[in-house]
């Protein structure tokens, strides 16, 4: 069986073929009769994005302070996504309240949060629409790629929306 895919920038290959060897193994896949006989292997095709990186660090911000920690977030961010302002001071209030004293002394001065209502990175030829949370270690990354070098040491929402629909996944 071989499985294909295409579409951003890269082809992944995956073949399963059955083996006529006999050997004898001591690993746990092999003593199961599912996997007696099969070999695996997986081929990636590279292939280069063309384009241009598209510049995200003209995107510009609006700060404020939710329950002690710096918020960034886009204009208007708060009118296209009404919930968003409650729920974030719910989450950062249970952030707080569950983080040791000594750990949230030392992270609200230096951690901030840059809320986008979508980030769009990558190249023009292969664009990444940015989904969920990240934090971002350090700045070399983010100047590569064309994005905030203020955001190092940050944590990004990439998508409001998705941070709204997903934040009740884990109970």
């Not at 746990?28 to 990186?53: K, R």
């Amino acid at each position: 069986a071989a499985a294909g895919g295409g579409g951003g920038g890269g082809e992944h290959v995956i073949t399963i073929t059955q083996s006529s060897s006999s050997s004898i193994s001591t690993s746990t896949s092999s003593l199961n009769p599912y996997f007696m006989g099969l070999t695996a292997s997986v081929n990636v095709v590279e292939e280069l994005c063309h384009g241009s990186i598209i510049d995200t660090t003209t995107k510009e911000y609006l700060d404020t302070t939710v329950q002690g920690w710096t918020v960034y977030y886009e204009a208007k961010l708060f009118d296209a996504f009404p919930s968003l302002m409650d729920t974030l001071k719910e989450d950062l209030c249970a952030v707080n309240r569950l983080m040791p004293k000594h750990a949230r002394e030392g992270l609200i001065p230096t951690t901030r949060f840059w809320i986008n209502a979508t980030l769009t990175y990558g190249t023009e030829g292969c664009p990444i629409e940015g989904r969920g949370l990240t934090f971002h270690p350090a700045k070399e990354w983010l100047a590569s790629n064309k994005m905030n070098v203020a955001k190092a040491g940050c944590i990004e929402f990439y998508s409001a929306r998705d941070y709204l629909q997903d934040r009740g996944l884990w109970g």
